[in-house]
């Protein structure tokens, strides 16, 4: 079993930054995938950026060149810059840990907030 803590997230007016962090812990060595979703009312939990354990990235259109995605392999801790804020960017953000055959883990969830 592979336990997640995120940590990182608030309130920030557009145009800003914020770092997410999320470390894993327990069955942590088989993890592969490590990755950040979001979820907003009324809508569905989307993929945000994810890493793989050789440091291969995939970024969600709607934040490519404004968020970055990073990966401590030895502490398994992912973590998430995020530039240039929107209000859209505004959601509860959970981090995911994937390992071969098994569902994947979810954090509890951060909340991001970008209002003036």
């Known amino acids: 079993q592979v336990q997640l803590v995120e940590s990182g997230g608030g309130l920030v007016q557009p145009g800003g930054s914020l770092r997410l962090s999320c470390a894993a812990s327990?069955?942590?060595?088989?993890?592969?995938?490590m990755g950040w979703y979001r979820q907003t009312p009324g809508k569905q939990r989307e993929s945000v950026a994810t890493i793989t354990s050789a440091g291969s990235t995939n970024y969600a259109d709607s934040v490519k060149g404004r968020f970055t995605i990073s990966r401590d392999n030895a502490k398994t801790t992912v973590y998430l810059q995020m530039n240039s804020l929107k209000p859209e960017d505004t959601g509860v953000y959970y981090c995911v840990a994937r390992r071969p055959t098994l569902l994947p883990s979810w954090g509890q969830g951060t909340q991001v907030t970008v209002s003036s």
């Open positions: 327990g069955s942590r060595f088989s993890i592969t995938t």
